[in-house]
């Protein structure tokens, strides 16, 4: 299988790609960004998530690309889903958690694996595409070699994980993360939370026969082969309400030194305003689980950190290197202290195993007398404070949030009105939310 025409892991392809997918993001991609045709017949998504999630293109490149050929309304699914991403980002960061269950449950269920043969028997089968249900195995056969699914893919995926294999959710998480060219500790943590019954309490998303048949144009039939119904799972203590952290500012004059990681991979572009001495790649993706990740993701990840580190260090002229995972805080402390400087500025990482990486590596920076500055992107500051309960409170506020950042004028309003679905929806789900 075709590595999902994953072109190059480099910002040039990924402008590329955007600009060959805007004139389709208007009223076509709303009719029909639903279907997946299969690997190789793709062109009704953008497939540009890897590099929205690197941020090897920006939300707001992409935003502004979109206006530039059409208008917010007849752009508006385009948008809502660009903000999708923003909204489970945000939610987790109200939210780390979560996160922090999911990590644990993962670690327990990984040793248990080990210690139930039922278990592990089920769980390699559903991973190696084994299960007997065509539409499941093909998916996750397609997964491990092009680290890609399309979205409603992922959507019966998960629900066929959970509640047809009766799997528990984290171990599909995990897959998913270990996986996906785009794997996104929020993105995939929060939706398969989400058609477990857990982002939305009570609320699931079961994978229906006829729905596959028909937006996989007939590839699939998997009739009389799934679980017809859905019972939420359940956590004992959902994750509660926390203030979002504060980001630091540049507000100081030294000598300071660049740290790149695989959560912004166009830091020259409006994250510093100002040359560092030296610049270092970090690549962390093996940190995304305790089972090893997959190839195609692996090398995207490690693609996308080598060209911005070579992008920066050649708009800045400075010194540059690319380090991996085993790397150790110690060996940043070294670094820092061998560039002759006092200040490392980062770009600002959501809550995942980057965040985690650098709230160790701060502490001991600081100790050898050398401060950590995590910059956030105005984007993330302007839309995360709408990120508290469902997605639609941040719907609400895209038309502020796009004139704000300059993306749209006074006049404009794109069409975020909701349809009388998202309506019943919205209330049923707001009566259950925790406010
Ligand atoms: C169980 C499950 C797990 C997922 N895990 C991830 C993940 O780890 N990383 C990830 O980036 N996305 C994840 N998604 C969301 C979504 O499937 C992908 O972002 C989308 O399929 C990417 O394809 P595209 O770029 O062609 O999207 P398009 O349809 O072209 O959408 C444009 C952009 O909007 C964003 N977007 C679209 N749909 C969603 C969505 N449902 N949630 C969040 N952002 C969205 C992406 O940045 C995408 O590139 C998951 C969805 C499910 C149901």
Not at 86 to 102: I, M, R, S, V
Not at 238 to 267: G, H, K, N, Q, V
Not at 270 to 289: C, F, H, M, Q
Not at 343 to 368: H, I, K, M, N, W
């Amino acid at each position: 299988m075709t590595p999902y025409a994953v072109s190059e892991p480099d910002r040039e392809t990924g402008l590329a790609r955007l600009a060959n997918f805007v004139p389709a993001a208007g009223p076509q991609y709303a009719k029909t960004r639903n279907f997946d045709f299969g690997p190789g017949r793709r062109g009704n998504t953008s497939a540009l998530s890897p590099y929205i999630r690197h941020r090897l293109v920006s939300e707001t490149e992409v935003l502004a690309a979109v206006f530039g050929m059409h208008s917010p309304r007849e752009a508006g699914k385009f948008v809502d889903e660009v903000f999708w991403r923003t909204y489970f980002k945000g939610w987790l960061e109200h939210h780390p958690g979560a996160w922090a269950d999911y990590q644990d449950s993962v670690r327990r269920l990984v040793s248990e694996l080990e210690s139930d043969p039922s278990l592990l028997d089920r769980y390699n089968s559903a991973t190696a595409g084994n299960t007997g249900i065509d539409c499941f195995d093909a998916w996750a056969k397609e997964l491990v070699a092009t680290g890609y699914l399309h979205n409603h893919a992922r959507m019966w995926f998960a629900s066929i994980w959970v509640f047809t294999l009766q799997l528990p959710w984290q171990l599909g998480a995990d897959f998913f993360l270990r996986h996906l060219l785009d794997g996104d500790p929020a993105s995939n943590t929060c939706s398969w939370r989400w058609v477990s019954g857990l982002h939305t309490p009570g609320k699931t998303y079961l994978a229906r026969v006829s729905n596959i048949v028909n937006y996989t144009d007939g590839r699939f039939n998997p009739q009389g082969q799934l679980a017809t119904d859905a019972i939420p799972r359940t956590e004992s203590t959902p994750p509660s309400l926390a203030a979002l952290p504060a980001a630091d500012l540049l507000d100081f004059d030294d000598r300071f030194a660049l740290l790149i990681t695989e959560e912004d991979c166009s830091p020259e572009l409006g994250l510093i305003d100002r040359a560092p001495e030296a610049v270092l790649g970090l690549v962390t993706t093996r940190r995304r689980s305790i089972v090893p990740v997959g190839v195609p993701a692996y090398t995207f990840a490690m693609g996308a950190v080598k060209d911005a580190v070579s992008r920066s260090a050649r708009s800045f002229k400075a010194t540059s290197a690319l380090v991996e995972a085993d790397y150790r805080c110690d060996d940043l402390v070294d670094w820092a202290l061998s560039s002759n400087v006092k200040t490392v500025v980062t770009s600002y990482a959501p809550v995942g195993p980057v965040a985690d990486f650098l709230a160790t590596a701060a502490e001991q920076l600081a100790e050898r007398g050398v401060r950590l500055l995590r910059v956030r992107r105005a984007f993330d500051s302007t839309c995360w404070p709408h990120a508290t309960h469902g997605y639609f409170r941040l719907k609400k506020a895209i038309p502020g949030i796009l004139r704000d950042l300059g993306l749209l004028s006074a006049d404009d309003q794109p069409d975020v009105s909701m349809n009388r679905i998202e309506k019943q929806a919205t209330a049923v789900a707001m009566k259950r939310m925790p406010r």
